[in-house]
T-cell receptor
């Protein structure tokens, strides 16, 4: 069984569209994250939820809105997509917030044309 | 601004040699330290975590932490071509997310 899964794996869309990426973890973890890896391979935190509560919200355009319906799921909705949003988006989870090991999903490659 | 610095490489070693990867961090309050391996087109895979000063060994991997010098390293013994990947150093201060370095590309030649 996949521990952290994401859908879709690839997403190609046009500027101005709205899209969502879904993430699910079956590890029983309390904390989930969204990271963005840009074309230079730099991995940066965007958001974190602990037991459905937003605990980290880095400087991200408000076109990006995370939602956690329960602690096993974390979705990312992006409005009015821009070229600069093209990147790989990774979901991750950890047992709890703080100093715990984080485990990553397979990633979603978003291409905005 | 919290920073994690790594030499981008590429670091090239022959098969069977020891690969040494280094990382420095700026936030003295950092409490946990991780090494991830990322193959091209894949997601980061956790290979080592270390929380206290000293060495931690797991198979062919040894992580070393020196909090006074704000320095973390990863040694890979008996390097194999399958170890060729980008190695990401990540640092966490309690209550915040992981801060990643830009990664070191390792190439092991057979």
């Amino acid at each position: 069984d996949t521990a952290v899964s994401q859908t879709p794996k690839y997403l190609v869309t046009q500027m101005g569209n709205d899209k969502s990426i879904k993430c699910e973890q079956n590890l029983g973890h309390d904390t989930m994250y969204w990271y963005k890896q840009d074309s230079k391979k730099f991995l940066k935190i965007m958001f974190s939820y602990n037991n459905k509560e937003l605990i980290i919200n880095e400087t991200v355009p408000n076109r990006f809105s995370p939602k956690s319906p329960d602690k096993a799921h974390l979705n990312l909705h992006i409005n009015s997509l821009e070229l600069g949003d093209s990147a790989v988006y990774f979901c991750a989870s950890s047992r709890a917030a703080g100093n715990y090991e984080q485990y990553f999903g397979p990633g979603t490659r978003l291409t905005v044309t | 601004q919290k920073e994690v610095e790594q030499n981008s490489g590429p670091l090239s070693v022959p098969e069977g040699a020891i690969a040494s990867l280094n990382c420095t961090y700026s936030d003295r309050g950092s409490q946990s330290f991780f090494w991830y391996r990322q193959y091209s087109g894949k997601s980061p895979e956790l290979i080592m975590s270390i929380y206290s000063n000293g060495d931690k060994e797991d198979g062919r991997f040894t992580a070393q932490l020196n909090k006074a010098s704000q320095y973390v390293s990863l040694l890979i013994r008996d390097s194999q071509p399958s170890d060729s990947a980008t190695y990401l150093c990540a640092v966490n201060q309690a209550g915040t997310a992981l801060i990643f370095g830009k990664g070191t590309t390792l190439s092991v030649s057979s």
